[in-house]
């Protein structure tokens, strides 16, 4: 259900009175996955400036549909003992049938990268990897360290042969990198013949440093 919170602009310190939403069912209000996709359900305009700000809160975003549940969770918000309490509860639930993919993740920019992912049809942990092959790729060719660490996300899939792209920032601006969708085939290859790489809990955290504890 939908809440109001007071929130203060990040430029003049303006408070305003926004609406929270404490869950995001895309199959009760399918109008809300654009809104999600593009990021401005969670964007509010200063009165007093006019700033554009983020606004911070937890919420779940669910897709029957595709069977995705995402629970965006700034950190800090719960303690980890009960985030995991809570998740398990939630798997386990019979509301919830077999095939159900559960992530968490803690900004909005992730739940915006999350829900594009799924949308496309493509598993998160396969790009995970792909990412991982495609950082260590940069910083081979560039010759620069700092590549390896660099944030990529998923952008889209464009073309004939549904490449893949991604976007990142350096040097602050904003870039981007494509690959062919043979390496996502090659990526589902790897983690189909170790399936010891793979999320555990009730609902994990599938980013940059999970993927890196595995090749660390």
């Not at 942990?125 to 360290?145: D, H, P, Q, S």
């Not at 043979?182 to 955290?205: E, H, T």
């Amino acid at each position: 259900m939908n809440t109001k919170m007071l929130a203060s602009c990040s430029s003049c310190g303006c408070k305003k009175e926004i609406t929270v939403h404490g869950g995001i069912n895309v199959g009760e209000k399918p109008e809300l996955k654009a809104l999600v996709k593009d990021g401005t359900l969670f964007v509010w305009d200063c009165p007093s400036c006019g700033s554009a700000n983020l606004a911070t809160y937890q919420t779940i975003y669910h897709d029957p549909s595709e069977r995705v549940m995402i629970w965006l969770l700034p950190k800090g918000l719960l303690p980890e003992d009960k985030v995991a309490e809570l998740g398990r509860q939630i798997e386990a639930s019979s509301d919830f049938p077999g095939g159900y993919v559960f992530r968490r993740v803690s900004d909005v920019g992730s739940l915006v990268e999350k829900v594009n992912i799924f949308d496309a049809g493509l598993d998160d942990t396969v790009l995970e990897m792909c990412k991982y092959v495609t950082r260590m790729e940069m910083a081979g060719k560039a010759g620069e360290k700092d590549l390896g660490s660099a944030q990529l996300k998923f952008y889209r899939t464009d073309g004939p042969d549904n490449d893949i792209e991604f976007s990142y920032p350096l040097n602050g601006q904003m870039h981007g990198v494509r690959i062919g969708f043979n390496v996502y085939g090659d990526c589902a290859g790897i983690l189909r013949r170790n399936p010891s790489i793979k999320p555990s809990g009730g609902f994990p955290v599938v980013d940059q440093a999970w993927i890196a504890r595995f090749f660390g």
